[in-house]
């Protein structure tokens, strides 16, 4: 969602405003129109203003959403040379901006640009937001899930594991986010051959996402669906089809009176 902006209402503040709501909406065309107003309206303030630097990415992020790589790019570039010469270069803005330039890049597969462009991203949240934060947290899974995309596996689960440690610490071991940055190590450590890592990891996610509503079946057949794979991998069939039968049973939850999803013979 683009950056919306609060106090004194201006013709600015006005087309943000009209564009943002027009997002929101849905309709994009004349979002795109309403920000280039903004544009238009903040240029009279001077080049490097912040606030130009704001209509200017969320044009941009509009058009990355259109597939408009080539108009996205040089708005990216030109609202972090706004806030490089405006002298506001560490802002959290310039991180969600860098953020979107790696979008940008990882659509089009530019796996290396991105991957420098998201590391300097990720320092500039722990610059400003500390190492322990959510936010950090979620940028070193998106650098993990960067790195998977390029093939590269080295100190991916590192990256996870730091990952999931802020998120138990900030959420709780059972929330949503910590469960699925649990289920996302525990691949990485299948990937990797490290098959009891890998089983440990699943099976704690499963645990625990036992002990929780019925709504979370289809997060459960996940999870049982990757420790099927991992055990056809050890080559132990019996376990695999165990597994593979839990799954099913999590993907059809209506089928089932009640809900017990460990059964009389646990994992």
């Not at 630097?53 to 992020?61: R, S, T, W, Y």
């Not at 990216?76 to 790696?102: H, M, Q, Y």
């Not at 594991?161 to 940055?181: D, M, N, Q």
């Not at 990937?191 to 089983?199: D, I, P, R």
Request: glycine residues 4%; hydrophobic residues 35%; negative net charge.
């Amino acid at each position: 969602m683009p950056w919306s902006v609060s106090g004194q209402v201006s013709q600015w503040d006005s087309a943000i405003s009209a564009a943002t709501r027009s997002y929101a909406q849905g309709n994009h065309s004349e979002a795109e129109l309403r920000y280039i107003d903004a544009e238009k309206a903040e240029e009279s303030f001077g080049p490097f203003d912040h606030r130009l630097a704001i209509a200017v990415n969320n044009l941009g992020e509009l058009y990355l959403r259109e597939a408009k790589f080539a108009e996205a790019e040089p708005l990216f570039k030109r609202a972090l040379d706004i806030w490089e010469k405006g002298g506001n270069p560490s802002s959290l803005e310039v991180a969600t901006t860098l953020n979107n330039l790696v979008a940008l890049y990882t659509y089009q597969r530019r796996f290396e640009e991105a991957e420098t462009i998201y590391r300097k991203s990720l320092a500039l949240r722990e610059q400003r937001l500390g190492p322990e934060h959510p936010e950090v947290a979620q940028s070193l899974e998106s650098l993990a899930e960067l790195l998977l995309a390029k093939s590269q596996q080295i100190n991916v689960d590192a990256l996870y594991l730091r990952a999931l440690a802020t998120k138990k610490k900030a959420y709780g071991p059972e929330s949503p986010a910590t469960l699925e940055c649990s289920n996302n190590l525990a691949v990485v450590y299948s990937e990797e051959g490290k098959l009891s890592e890998a089983e440990r990891t699943f099976n704690e996610a499963a645990t625990l996402l036992c002990k929780q509503p019925k709504r979370n079946a289809p997060k459960l057949a996940v999870v049982f669906d990757n420790l099927a794979s991992l055990y056809r991998r050890e080559g132990n069939r019996r376990k695999a089809r165990k597994m593979s039968e839990k799954a099913d049973g999590f993907r059809n939850p209506e089928n089932s009176a009640s809900w017990d999803p460990l059964g009389s013979d646990g994992m």
